[in-house]
């Protein structure tokens, strides 16, 4: 199982000589040292908590979700938990393995409720506007999704994984340039050219199916 799937968060998109680096690095200590030491910033004893757990992890959310693809979610999203909330861990209170498990547990809790939102909403709304939703509309998401997808990969690298970090990873500004080591008016000038660049993408993408409908 990968961990990472598109988009591509470069937190957690190790390599193979990065992952047996790491392993060689890191897999003498325990646990609760690992998250210690990822939360001054150490992405590679992350990597190492996720070669421990990551299978673990996939197992408990697969049996909550009964979904692979929401399962993947579920496990990358409380990783980058792991992550942003390494420093709030309290080593006296449980065990390294059972509070990322626990996160994990309640991410593929909150994607199943979600999940059941998703499917139940449409449906209320539709019936107190005497509308019901239509498979146009589905497929229209859909598609606007897989627009938006393949105008981001036309940016460039710098661009790309700000604008995926903070949309889809949920960091603000100040965490990006403190995660990628860059100074906080570089991380606003990424987005602020990637978001422009973005619109531009997904214009000429507008007019060139205008003029497919048109002809």
């Known amino acids: 199982m990968e961990l990472v799937r598109e988009p591509v968060t470069p937190l957690l998109a ?3 000589a990065t992952a047996t680096r790491m392993r060689r690095e890191h897999t003498h200590l325990s646990d609760e040292a690992l998250v210690a030491l990822v939360g001054r910033g150490d992405d590679k004893a992350l990597g190492e908590l996720y070669d421990r757990l990551g299978r673990i992890a996939y197992g408990l959310a697969l049996r909550v979700l009964r979904d692979e693809r929401l399962a993947e979610d579920a496990v990358q999203e409380a990783f980058l938990g792991v992550w942003r909330g390494a420093t709030g861990y309290r080593a006296d209170r449980a065990k390294a393995s059972t509070w990322i498990l626990t996160l994990v547990h309640r991410r593929a809790v909150d994607l199943v409720r979600r999940e059941d939102r998703r499917r139940a909403d449409p449906l209320a709304e539709g019936r107190a506007a005497g509308e019901a939703a239509s498979a146009e509309d589905v497929a229209w998401l859909r598609l606007e999704r897989e627009r938006v997808q393949g105008a981001l990969a ?6 790309r994984e700000a604008i995926e ?5 949920g960091f603000s500004q100040a965490e990006l340039a403190e995660r990628l080591g860059v100074p906080l ?6 987005m602020f050219s990637g978001l422009a660049r973005l619109r531009e993408l997904l214009d000429e993408q507008t007019g060139a199916w205008d003029t497919t409908f048109t002809t």
């Open 14 to 16: 190790l390599s193979t």
């Open 154 to 159: 036309r940016l460039p690298d710098a661009q």
């Open 165 to 169: 970090l903070a949309y889809y990873g």
């Open 185 to 190: 008016g570089t991380i606003k000038s990424r």
